[in-house]
């Protein structure tokens, strides 16, 4: 019996050996002296073939179909994006309800030139984004037609007689229909309007003479009970030929326009794909509201993510990868309200968000629009072994596809019927602007891909023709390479994400400390001692930054005694660095001894805030908003020394979404372990801009009363 059994029990032995070889192993391995990434080379071969920018491109086509920016489109978008993504093999697809609110739609809206000549100038059926959410229903013929210039003075108005005419403005419609129709009876706005004050460093209203900006009307702006007016908004090319038909004599328009209110919801798409690992997530988001076409701003992102799911569910059901060990959690949903609504109902899951990898406008062609491609950090006060991750993806992608015909092809990253642009990835400090900020905010790591500038950007430019395939397989493959070392990372493979935390690290801290120099180097000598002050402070932000970067790697099961050796062997370094910066402040002869602080100072040392539980998204807007007349000559205060910090910081040539809320974000550095003054010094690292500490005291003091911190003690 038992020499029977013997042959049979060889064979399942076999068979089980032969499932274990054929079982696919972790997508991770040492750092690749091929691409430099911590995926075996193999893996990053599969990412690359199975994933399709043309896949991408024919769903940023669909997408850019439904005006996103109302409820039925949006409605219709999100419904398209649940089918599509439970086809893609994302599993536990639903759509998650958001609060009821008063909701917009139109169902007719045409602006007529009656006289001399009648003809069309736009309609709502032609381009949806022409009549601007929430504007008004209105009949009325041959209204005169007023021109108020940019509209955004007083004096533009002075000596109008505005009561049951149409004004015509250069400017942000906003301020018309507060100042002509809120103040001066006005009926209605044409606005040629384009660029928002973000954009303006990239583009001029009149740039693109055939462009159409985008706006929204609200009733915050008029008098109680007073009706909302209409708006239409035209292109600069419309504008000037309206604006120089009045200089020949009086337009008249007509004008007809029936829209309606309602209660309804938006909702968020969400599903995942299944880890092994209980508990744990990492979280995929990408905007899917906009108006129509809205392709790179957000179709991109939107399509981008449903092919992300369909490269992984691809891969695993074909043994190429093995099952995630963190689930992936993707959420298509509308840009910062949907992401606050998810955490409101989500914040406190048991679960470990490792990571937040988020894609807003991904596709624009990198020639057509004038954009770069880039990928951001998190803010140093949340360090993540994200970055380097980033890091190392965007020098593979730069290496193998800086040319249009690259010698290695495997490793190519184009499309059938897109571009040969060459690609030159950057990497960028931490700006705000999107749904990762959020996500910071909460303290989950968050980065987003983007392609800034766009020449398109908020306008009727923003087309799928100006959306290159190419560039959507791209940003693609950068969000598959990083996701999956946060998703699939474990054991041997943590370590060696960690080592190349150590390696990328080096690269971080060396450039902190030429920062440091830098700084130091161009002050006079009477200064020297506050400004040695501060690059020290540069210095050890940028090494703690690095260290906690390394610990990031502990909870992804990487051995505790070689991070910390990492982590230890950091302080050496450190100390040298300081080093170097004490002996270049005494070149210049100089006393480098700190004066005795001053009185704010020393409350500022006292002060350690932490926010509230439950009020992580709070801003600071909302407080001064609401605070007493008491407390607002605080207030001014505080928003005088954050626009001298901005314009500051846009004279250096920093990126106007770098300081985009800039006092929020450096609400984000409590935590209840950091001063205010602490918080004042990693601020300057962060930003090399150094803010008045009597202001930092003003705005965290404010958000304290204002129920929003608490102080630790």
Same mark, same amino acid.
């Given at each position: 019996?038992r020499?029977r059994?013997?042959?049979?029990?060889?064979l399942v032995?076999?068979?089980?050996?032969?499932?274990?070889?054929q079982?696919?192993?972790?997508?991770?391995?040492p750092? /690749?002296?091929t691409t430099g990434?911590v995926? !075996?080379?193999e893996?990053?071969?599969?990412?690359?073939q $199975?994933s399709?920018?043309?896949? &991408?491109h024919?769903?940023?086509?669909? &997408?850019?179909?439904?005006?996103r920016?109302t409820?039925?489109?949006?409605?219709?978008?999100?419904g398209?994006m649940?089918?599509?993504a439970?086809?893609a093999?994302l599993?536990?697809?639903?759509?998650e309800a958001m609060?009821?609110?008063p909701q917009?739609?139109a169902s007719?809206g045409?602006l007529?030139?009656?006289?001399?000549h009648r003809?069309?100038?736009t309609?709502y059926?032609?381009?949806?984004?022409?009549l601007?959410a929430?504007?008004?229903?209105?009949e009325?013929t041959g209204?005169?037609l007023v021109?108020?210039?940019?509209g955004?003075?007083?004096a533009?108005y002075?000596?109008?007689?505005?009561?049951g005419?149409?004004?015509?403005? =250069?400017?942000?419609p906003?301020?018309?229909? =507060?100042?002509?129709v809120?103040?001066?009876?006005?009926?209605g706005v &044409?606005?040629?309007?384009t660029t928002?004050?973000?954009?303006a460093?990239h583009r001029m209203?009149?740039d693109?003479?055939?462009?159409?900006? +985008?706006a929204?009307?609200?009733?915050?702006?008029?008098?109680?009970?007073?009706?909302?007016?209409?708006?239409f908004?035209v292109s600069?090319?419309?504008?000037?030929?309206l604006r120089?038909?009045?200089?020949?004599g009086?337009?008249?328009?007509d004008?007809?326009?029936?829209?309606?209110?309602?209660?309804?919801?938006?909702?968020i798409v969400?599903?995942?794909i299944?880890?092994?690992?209980a508990?744990?997530?990492?979280?995929?988001?990408?905007?899917?509201?906009?108006?129509?076409p809205?392709?790179?701003?957000?179709?991109?992102?939107?399509a981008?993510?449903?092919?992300m799911?369909?490269?992984?569910t691809?891969?695993?059901r074909r043994?190429?990868?093995?099952?995630p060990v963190?689930?992936?959690?993707?959420l +298509? #949903?509308?840009?910062?309200?949907?992401?606050?609504?998810?955490f409101?109902?989500?914040?406190?899951?048991?679960?470990?968000?490792?990571?937040?990898?988020n894609?807003?406008? #991904?596709?624009a062609?990198?020639?057509?629009t004038h954009?770069?491609?880039?990928?951001?950090?998190?803010?140093?006060?949340?360090?993540s072994?994200?970055?380097?991750v980033?890091e190392?993806?965007?020098d593979?992608?730069n290496r193998?596809?800086?040319?249009?015909?690259?010698? !290695?092809k495997d490793?190519?990253?184009? /499309?059938?019927?897109?571009?040969?642009?060459?690609l030159?990835v950057?990497? %960028?400090?931490?700006?705000?602007?999107s749904?990762?900020q959020l996500?910071?905010?909460?303290?989950?790591?968050?980065v987003?891909?983007?392609?800034w500038?766009?020449?398109g950007?908020?306008?009727?430019?923003d087309?799928?023709?100006?959306v290159? @395939?190419t560039?959507?397989?791209r940003?693609?493959?950068a969000g598959?390479?990083s996701?999956t070392v946060?998703? +699939?990372a474990?054991g041997?493979?943590?370590?060696e994400?960690?080592r190349l935390v150590?390696v990328?690290?080096?690269?971080?801290v060396?450039?902190?400390?030429f920062?440091?120099?830098?700084?130091?180097a161009?002050v006079?000598?009477?200064?020297?001692p506050g400004?040695? !002050?501060?690059?020290?402070?540069?210095?050890?932000?940028?090494?703690?930054?690095e260290? %906690?970067?390394?610990r990031?790697?502990l @909870?992804?099961?990487?051995p505790?005694a070689?991070?910390q050796?990492?982590?230890?062997? #950091?302080?050496?370094?450190e100390?040298?660095a300081?080093?170097?910066?004490e002996?270049d402040?005494?070149?210049?002869?100089?006393?480098?001894?700190? @004066?005795t602080?001053?009185?704010?100072?020393r409350?500022?040392?006292a002060?350690?805030?932490?926010r509230v539980?439950g009020?992580?998204l709070?801003s600071?807007?909302?407080?001064?908003?609401?605070?007493?007349?008491e407390?607002?000559?605080?207030v001014?205060a505080?928003q005088a020394?954050m626009t001298?910090?901005?314009?500051?910081?846009?004279?250096?040539?920093?990126?106007?979404?770098r300081?985009?809320? #800039?006092?929020?974000?450096?609400l984000?550095y409590a935590?209840?372990?950091r001063?205010?003054?602490? &918080?004042? %010094?990693?601020?300057y690292?962060?930003y090399?801009?150094a803010f008045?500490?009597e202001?930092?005291?003003?705005?965290?003091?404010?958000? $304290?009363q204002?129920g929003?911190m608490?102080?630790?003690r």
């Amino acid at each position: 019996m038992r020499t029977r059994l013997r042959p049979f029990a060889s064979l399942v032995v076999l068979a089980a050996l032969s499932a274990a070889a054929q079982s696919p192993t972790s997508p991770l391995g040492p750092v /690749s002296p091929t691409t430099g990434l911590v995926l !075996r080379d193999e893996v990053v071969r599969a990412l690359i073939q $199975e994933s399709s920018g043309d896949r &991408i491109h024919d769903n940023v086509q669909r &997408i850019s179909l439904l005006a996103r920016d109302t409820q039925g489109g949006y409605a219709e978008a999100a419904g398209w994006m649940k089918a599509a993504a439970e086809a893609a093999g994302l599993q536990e697809v639903r759509l998650e309800a958001m609060k009821d609110g008063p909701q917009w739609r139109a169902s007719h809206g045409e602006l007529w030139v009656a006289s001399p000549h009648r003809h069309k100038v736009t309609s709502y059926a032609d381009l949806p984004m022409s009549l601007p959410a929430g504007s008004g229903s209105f009949e009325g013929t041959g209204l005169e037609l007023v021109d108020v210039g940019t509209g955004m003075q007083d004096a533009d108005y002075v000596g109008r007689e505005l009561k049951g005419k149409v004004v015509i403005t =250069r400017g942000p419609p906003g301020f018309a229909v =507060r100042k002509a129709v809120g103040e001066r009876g006005a009926v209605g706005v &044409i606005s040629s309007y384009t660029t928002p004050p973000w954009n303006a460093p990239h583009r001029m209203d009149g740039d693109f003479p055939d462009q159409v900006g +985008w706006a929204r009307v609200s009733s915050a702006l008029l008098p109680p009970g007073t009706p909302l007016p209409f708006v239409f908004m035209v292109s600069d090319r419309q504008g000037r030929e309206l604006r120089a038909q009045l200089q020949t004599g009086p337009v008249k328009v007509d004008v007809s326009v029936a829209t309606e209110t309602f209660e309804g919801h938006y909702s968020i798409v969400s599903g995942v794909i299944p880890g092994t690992r209980a508990g744990e997530e990492v979280v995929l988001t990408a905007h899917l509201d906009h108006y129509k076409p809205g392709a790179d701003d957000n179709a991109s992102g939107a399509a981008t993510l449903l092919e992300m799911v369909r490269t992984y569910t691809t891969l695993i059901r074909r043994g190429v990868l093995p099952p995630p060990v963190r689930t992936v959690r993707v959420l +298509w #949903l509308p840009e910062f309200d949907g992401t606050r609504d998810w955490f409101s109902h989500h914040a406190d899951d048991p679960v470990r968000r490792v990571a937040n990898f988020n894609f807003d406008m #991904l596709g624009a062609s990198l020639t057509r629009t004038h954009s770069r491609f880039m990928a951001t950090y998190t803010p140093d006060w949340n360090a993540s072994f994200v970055n380097a991750v980033s890091e190392s993806t965007v020098d593979f992608m730069n290496r193998f596809n800086g040319v249009a015909y690259p010698p !290695r092809k495997d490793f190519r990253i184009g /499309s059938v019927t897109g571009s040969q642009d060459p690609l030159d990835v950057h990497m %960028e400090r931490y700006s705000r602007g999107s749904d990762h900020q959020l996500f910071n905010d909460h303290g989950i790591p968050g980065v987003a891909f983007s392609t800034w500038p766009d020449d398109g950007y908020h306008t009727s430019g923003d087309r799928p023709e100006n959306v290159d @395939p190419t560039q959507l397989h791209r940003a693609a493959f950068a969000g598959l390479a990083s996701v999956t070392v946060a998703a +699939w990372a474990e054991g041997t493979g943590a370590l060696e994400l960690a080592r190349l935390v150590s390696v990328h690290g080096v690269r971080r801290v060396a450039e902190d400390e030429f920062s440091a120099r830098r700084d130091l180097a161009s002050v006079p000598a009477a200064e020297l001692p506050g400004a040695y !002050r501060l690059a020290r402070a540069v210095v050890r932000a940028g090494y703690q930054r690095e260290r %906690e970067a390394l610990r990031s790697c502990l @909870p992804l099961g990487a051995p505790a005694a070689p991070v910390q050796a990492m982590a230890k062997a #950091l302080e050496a370094t450190e100390a040298q660095a300081l080093k170097r910066l004490e002996a270049d402040g005494k070149a210049r002869g100089a006393s480098l001894r700190e @004066p005795t602080p001053t009185e704010a100072e020393r409350r500022a040392r006292a002060f350690i805030p932490r926010r509230v539980k439950g009020q992580e998204l709070a801003s600071f807007d909302e407080v001064a908003g609401k605070a007493s007349p008491e407390a607002q000559p605080r207030v001014a205060a505080v928003q005088a020394v954050m626009t001298a910090a901005t314009t500051a910081l846009r004279e250096r040539g920093e990126d106007e979404l770098r300081f985009y809320q #800039l006092p929020d974000a450096i609400l984000s550095y409590a935590d209840g372990r950091r001063s205010v003054e602490d &918080i004042r %010094e990693a601020a300057y690292a962060e930003y090399g801009h150094a803010f008045p500490v009597e202001a930092l005291l003003d705005l965290f003091g404010l958000m $304290e009363q204002g129920g929003i911190m608490t102080r630790a003690r």
